[in-house]
């Protein structure tokens, strides 16, 4: 009896998905990458700002520590834009 519930919920889910499900692990992937990237940028600004050392040469390597953090970022959000307008453009228009 579970089982079958669950079975018509899980069909009533799928068939209900906004979008394929081909995008379900490039959106999961996409977004593991983006967190995997903060949490490494953060532990690193951490780390920097224990250090001990010359205040100057602090904010420069959490300048360089920035721009590194953006430029590995960019990708996962331009493969992220690319899967909204993906998703968009599966579900059509939004007053349809």
């Known amino acids: 009896m ?3 519930e669950f079975r018509n919920v ?5 068939a209900a998905r906004a979008y394929s499900p081909d995008l379900l692990p490039r959106l999961q992937s996409a977004l593991a990458d983006l967190a995997d990237l ?3 940028y ?3 600004l951490e780390s920097l700002s224990r250090a001990d050392g010359d205040e100057n040469l602090k904010r420069e390597l959490a300048e360089r520590l920035k ?3 953006e430029v590995r970022r960019e990708p ?3 493969e992220l834009a690319a899967l909204e307008e993906r998703i968009a453009t599966e579900m059509g228009p ?3």
């Open 2 to 4: 579970i089982d079958l």
């Open 10 to 14: 899980w069909e009533d889910f799928r």
């Open 38 to 40: 903060d949490v490494t």
């Open 42 to 44: 953060r532990r690193n």
């Open 67 to 69: 721009q590194q953090y």
């Open 76 to 78: 996962c959000l331009r």
């Open 94 to 96: 939004a007053d349809a």
